[in-house]
């Protein structure tokens, strides 16, 4: 990990990764625990709808607002959100049974996390050289996998058997908790200059600079649309698979266990432990678009329609859902890259373009449940695959558009040229 990082930023990856480990215990069960609770299935859509939308809000909000108040600042503010909201949505509201009440609660909550984590990307961009940004990415969405999909996956798996499913909302306590204070005594504390000398009118205008960007710049505009198809699936089927899978609402086929469904969302993300990595070293070395466009669409498109098919036509074989799982995170953590391609194409106001990328990021966190929210009723789970899946053989397309001045690359690529010659 020392390739082109600093060192001093190493406690913001643990940090990360402990956080989300708090966050993503609810992944793999809390739709169906709605649902046991005598809530509908499109109720429990509806909560993971209204999150994502308050998550996109934050994440518009988090780049320039670490731009001006500093990362470590904004982190913790994000953190401690988190920490209250969860505390008033597990305490007051899943055991008063007042929807509304748990709606409220839950989605508010959805401001933490995407404070904390990307006003740590926001650090990673004004502190890493740029022709090294989609490696020290891939390093954060390795963190960001290994907290909420590996660790948030596999540690409730286990627990919940033991525990119940309510008792493991409050586990999860004790992880965001450490990760809140990894940040606060060991992540460096940063300080920008530019904050000092701005009025009030000035910083508004450059916070509004995230989304005016879309409209300023057309490529901005696309990536934006492209970094929203590319983890629907990822924020959509925790929703829908837990479901689908483990119950027989809207034509589910109750094949296996809630906690087999966990291992096997688990190993989604143990590969894209793995996957960022890679995939975000060959980014650097071999072109961003390209790698996006073949690898990441095309993989998530069949990944995403596997993960139907394969029930309806094998049942229960957990073997063949686990192999879905491996092509599915390949294809999702091929998408590294996209956190980079932003600020490269908006150099002069790098917050702005971060913060225009963190909103599209939040968006997909709301149009993943809201795809399922509104095509469940009507076109059960194998039209909301196939939605995800056509979406994303349209960013194949788009990306032809999306042009990034990668640096780096033209250099390699003339060396490379020059050596065949000789």
């Known amino acids: 990990m020392a390739q082109g990082l600093v060192r001093k930023l190493l406690p913001g990856f643990l940090a990360v990764a402990v956080f989300m480990t708090g966050d ?3 992944l793999t069960f809390l739709s169906k625990y709605v649902v046991d609770q005598g809530f509908s299935s499109s109720q429990a859509s509806l909560l993971f709808t209204m999150y994502g939308l308050i998550a996109a809000l934050a994440g518009w909000s988090s780049g320039v607002l670490s731009e001006l108040f500093g990362p470590k600042r904004m982190m913790l503010i994000g953190a401690v959100s988190w920490i209250v909201l969860h505390l008033v949505f597990i305490g007051i509201a899943l055991p008063s049974h007042i929807f509304w009440l748990m709606l409220v609660s839950y989605m ?9 984590i990307y006003s740590f990307v926001v650090l990673l961009v004004q502190t890493v050289d740029p022709g090294k940004l989609s490696s020290a990415l891939g390093w954060f969405w390795t963190a960001y996998s290994f907290g909420i999909g590996v660790s948030g996956a596999y540690l409730p798996a286990w627990i919940v058997p033991k525990i119940g499913e309510y008792e ?7 992880f965001s908790a450490i990760g809140t204070l990894i940040c606060l005594f060991f992540m460096p504390k940063t300080h920008n200059a530019k904050l000092d000398t701005m009025s009030s009118s000035d910083k508004m205008r450059e916070l509004a600079r995230g989304v005016t960007i879309l409209k300023d710049n057309h490529q901005i505009a696309l990536a934006a649309v492209l970094r929203v198809i590319c983890n629907l699936t990822l924020y959509g089927f925790p929703v829908i698979m837990p479901l689908y899978l ?3 609402n809207n034509g589910g086929g109750a094949w296996y266990r809630v906690t087999e469904w966990s291992t096997i969302w688990g190993l989604l993300f143990l590969v894209t432990v793995v996957g960022n990595v890679f995939w975000g070293r060959m980014g650097d070395r071999f072109g961003w678009m390209g790698q996006m466009r073949w690898w990441g669409c095309w993989l998530c498109a069949v990944g995403t329609l596997a993960m139907y098919y394969v029930p309806q036509f094998f049942g229960r074989n957990l073997p063949l859902m686990y192999l879905c799982a491996v092509v599915l995170g390949m294809g999702i953590s091929a998408f590294v890259p996209m956190g980079a391609v932003f600020p490269a194409l908006e150099p002069e106001h790098k917050g702005a373009a971060v913060s225009a990328n ?6 997909t966190t709301f149009c993943g449940p809201f795809i399922a929210t509104m095509l469940l009723q009507t076109v059960g789970f194998a039209g909301v695959c196939w939605a995800c899946a056509v ?13 990034p001045n990668q640096p780096g690359l033209p250099e ?10 000789a």
């Open 246 to 248: 483990a119950t027989h």
């Open 391 to 403: 979406c994303y053989i349209g960013g194949s397309i788009m990306s032809f558009w999306i042009r």
């Open 412 to 421: 390699r690529k003339s060396r490379r040229s020059r050596k065949l010659a």
């Open 358 to 363: 963190n909103l599209a990021s939040g968006l």
């Open 168 to 174: 493991t909302l409050w586990f999860s306590l004790v």
């Open 24 to 26: 993503g215990f609810e």
């Open 108 to 116: 508010l909550r959805g401001m933490g996390y995407p404070l904390f």
